[in-house]
C-alpha cells in the first residue's frame, strides 16, 4: 500500500524539483530589467517582453514558497527578491493599486483595472515577507489586503465596462481567490479579519454560486443568488468551480468539518461528469449549465490549469474521504494529462490544446500561463500522496 503511493509521490515530486522549478529559473530570469519574463516557447526562449503583475505576483509567491515550504535555499529566496524588488518599484500607481501590465523596463502599460493582480500581488509579498522577514513587504501585503476588501464590491471601479442598474451581476472569481488568498496570509492577519473574510468568502461560494440542485457553480449571479438566463448568466468554468472547491476543503480540514468537505467532493464530482468531454476526452474550458452555444469561441480548448486544479481536488478529495470515485476520476485526468501537456523534450507543461487533444499553442509561458499551475499542484499532490502514505488506515479501495 505504502509504496503505491510513495511511488505516485516520488512520480510528482520529480516533475517538480528536476523538470519544472529548474524550467523556470533557467528561462524566465531578466537580468537586465528585474522581474521574470513570462512569454516563453516550447524551448524556453523569450518571444515577448512585456511583463504581466499578476504573472510577475505569482512568481515572487511560488518561489518564496518553495523557500518556506520545501528548502531554505538561497538561490529561490534570491529568484523571490528579484521579482519582488521589481513590483515593488513599478507595480503600483499612486494609490497602491497594481497595474495589469508593464513594459520591460518597468512602465505602465494597462491600467490597474484588474482587481486580480491586486490579490496575487497581496499574496506574493504576504509570502514573501514570511521568506525574507522584509517589514516593507509585510506592509504592502497589508495595504494591499485592504485595498481588496474595500473595492471587492466593485472590483473594477471607474474601468467597469458593465452599465449600473439593468443586469448588476456578481462573478464568481473573486470570492473564490479571497478564500484562498486568506489561507495564504493568516500568519499576518488579524483573527477576526481572516474568521470574517473566509467565512463571507465560503458562504458566497456555497450558498451563491452553487447550484444544489446541479451541483454545478456558476460564474455570475445576481447578488441575491438569483440566475440570469443569458449567456453571460448560465456560464460555467469547470476548472474554476473545481478549484474553489478544493481551497474550500483546505479551508474545511482545518475545523474539521466533514459534511462540508462531503459537499464539495460531490460537487467536483458533479462538474467533471458535466465538463468532461466523452468523445475526446479532457475537461472544456467553458459551458453553458443549459448546454446552449457559449459565448466563448474558445470553449472546446482543453487547457494546462484546468486538468491540474481537477488533479489537486480530487487527490485531496481521495485523502479526505476515501472515496472510490475520487480514485478513479484522478487517475482518469491523470491519464488524460500527462501525455497531453507534459514536455519531455523541452520540460513543462504546454498550455493549449484544441479539443482533440492537440497541441494548440506550443508557448510554455505567456499573458496568461506562468510560474504557477504547474508547480503549485505538483506539490500539493505530492503532499497528498504523502499524507494517503503515512496513513495508519489504508482506504479499503486500495
Aim: glycine share 6%.
Amino acid at each position: 500500500m505504502k509504496q503505491i503511493f510513495e511511488s505516485w509521490e516520488k512520480r510528482y515530486w520529480n516533475a517538480l524539483m528536476l523538470d519544472v522549478i529548474p524550467f523556470w529559473e533557467c528561462h524566465s530570469i531578466d537580468k537586465e530589467h528585474g522581474g521574470y519574463i513570462t512569454c516563453l516557447a516550447r524551448n524556453g526562449d523569450w518571444f515577448d517582453t512585456d511583463k504581466f503583475v499578476w504573472l510577475q505576483s505569482r512568481q515572487v509567491w511560488m518561489f518564496s514558497y518553495f523557500y518556506n515550504r520545501i528548502e531554505k535555499k538561497s538561490s529561490w529566496l534570491d529568484i523571490a527578491r528579484h521579482g519582488a524588488e521589481f513590483l515593488k518599484k513599478h507595480g503600483r500607481d499612486e494609490e497602491g493599486n497594481w497595474y495589469f501590465s508593464l513594459t520591460r523596463e518597468g512602465k505602465p502599460l494597462v491600467q490597474p483595472y484588474n482587481i486580480f493582480s491586486d490579490c496575487f500581488a497581496a499574496m506574493a509579498f504576504s509570502q514573501y515577507a514570511l521568506a525574507s522577514g522584509d517589514e516593507e513587504s509585510k506592509a504592502i501585503a497589508e495595504r494591499t489586503f485592504q485595498n481588496i476588501l474595500k473595492r471587492k464590491e466593485n472590483p473594477k471601479g471607474k474601468y467597469s465596462k458593465v452599465f449600473p442598474g439593468t443586469r448588476d451581476m456578481k462573478s464568481f472569481a473573486l470570492p473564490m481567490i479571497l478564500s484562498n488568498l486568506c489561507l495564504e496570509m493568516e500568519w499576518m492577519l488579524e483573527p477576526e479579519i481572516l474568521e470574517r473574510t473566509v467565512a463571507s468568502s465560503v458562504d458566497e461560494i456555497l450558498n451563491l454560486f452553487l447550484d444544489r440542485e446541479s451541483l454545478l457553480l456558476y460564474e455570475n449571479v445576481y447578488p441575491d443568488g438569483r440566475r440570469a438566463d443569458s449567456m453571460e448568466g448560465r456560464i460555467m468554468i469547470p476548472g474554476h468551480g473545481i478549484e474553489a472547491m478544493w481551497f474550500v476543503m483546505d479551508i474545511a480540514r482545518r475545523q474539521p468539518d466533514a459534511q462540508r468537505i462531503g459537499l464539495c467532493v460531490d460537487a467536483i464530482l458533479h462538474i467533471l461528469e458535466f465538463g468532461w468531454d466523452k468523445e475526446y476526452g479532457g475537461l472544456f474550458y467553458y459551458r453553458d449549465v443549459k448546454d446552449k452555444p457559449p459565448q466563448q469561441l474558445e470553449w472546446d480548448q482543453k487547457l494546462w490549469w484546468v486538468h491540474l486544479e481537477a488533479l489537486v481536488a480530487l487527490i485531496m478529495g481521495y485523502s479526505l474521504t476515501g472515496r472510490a470515485e475520487c480514485w478513479e476520476w484522478f487517475e482518469k485526468v491523470h491519464e488524460y494529462s500527462w501525455p497531453h501537456f507534459a514536455d519531455p523534450d523541452y520540460g513543462e507543461w504546454f498550455g493549449y490544446l484544441n479539443r482533440r487533444g492537440e497541441v494548440l499553442l506550443n508557448l510554455k509561458g505567456g499573458k496568461w500561463k506562468g510560474c504557477f499551475h504547474v508547480p503549485r499542484a505538483l506539490h500539493r499532490c505530492a503532499m497528498e500522496f504523502r499524507r494517503i502514505k503515512e496513513n495508519a488506515e489504508p482506504h479499503p479501495l486500495l
